[in-house]
């Protein structure tokens, strides 16, 4: 039996394309240097910075989900003070990456993934291979899997200490449904709670909709190197009731 965790390549039809179409830019010039449209002559070779910039977008893609992504899950997860009694809840689980990762850090905690296992998202995503990975992480006993939406959580109000979700939100393709989503999550944390956040798009449109149903946020932008696309993270809290709202990011 295999006995290291696979946690899949993001997104890997998107790698797949821009290393094609990279490399087919890239050759174009050795096959047809000069392409006649018309009375425009094309030369090829102008256009392979272009071919480069697709290969390396595929190359660094590729490097995140095969190394970078576990020293982004602990960035994400260090942004906790851990008690280990925690009710956590990874959105977009996936193969587990931050559901196992929370599970590590918590004692009579439990750490819940759910996901809709898309698999577009995520390679041999399913919830056998969660399954395997947390067996292999040795977590079954603080972990749980559960199919689920995030746009119709079965979760009672006010269930999580921590929610925490990577990559996830984006996938859904309209605004009313990441609006949704975020209303959703922020139902489910408790008061007091800490939710964090982290995609490569949209994470400012998160940020309002939290600011609006007045839980406090705090975006943390991180690097080129650290991560690709760069992730940006929002970090939220759910403020006790009564408690005046405060925007970290605003003067
Ligand atoms: C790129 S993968 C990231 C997986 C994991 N969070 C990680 O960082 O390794 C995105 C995941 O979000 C899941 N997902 C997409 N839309 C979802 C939704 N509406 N509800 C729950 N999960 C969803 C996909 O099935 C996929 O597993």
Known sequence: MNKKPNYGIDAPRVIRNLLLIGFAILILPLVFPIIK???ALI????????????????LLMLLYS????????????????????????DVGTGKGLLMIGAAKRLTTGKSIGIDIWNAQDLTGNDVEAVRKNVSIEGVEDNTEIKTEN???????????DVVISNLCLHNIY?????????EEIARVLKQG??????????????????????????????????????????????????TIRIDINEP
């Open 193 to 242: 709670g800490i939710g964090i956040i982290s995609d490569f798009r949209h994470v400012k449109h998160y940020k309002k909709y939290f600011g609006h149903l007045g839980l406090q946020t705090k975006l943390i932008y991180s690097s080129y190197f650290a991560s690709f696309p760069p992730l940006t993270i929002l970090k939220i809290e759910k403020p006790f009731k009564d």
């Open 43 to 58: 030369i090829t070779s102008y256009f392979m910075w272009s071919g480069g910039y697709f290969m390396l977008s595929g």
């Open 150 to 160: 995030v746009l119709q959580m079965t979760f009672a109000d006010n269930t999580f």
């Open 174 to 182: 309209n605004q009313e449904g990441r609006k949704k989503a975020c």
């Open 66 to 89: 095969l190394y970078g992504k576990y020293f982004h899950r602990n960035r994400m997860l260090n942004l906790i003070r851990w008690s280990g009694h925690e009710q956590v809840l």
């Open 37 to 39: 449209i018309g009375s």
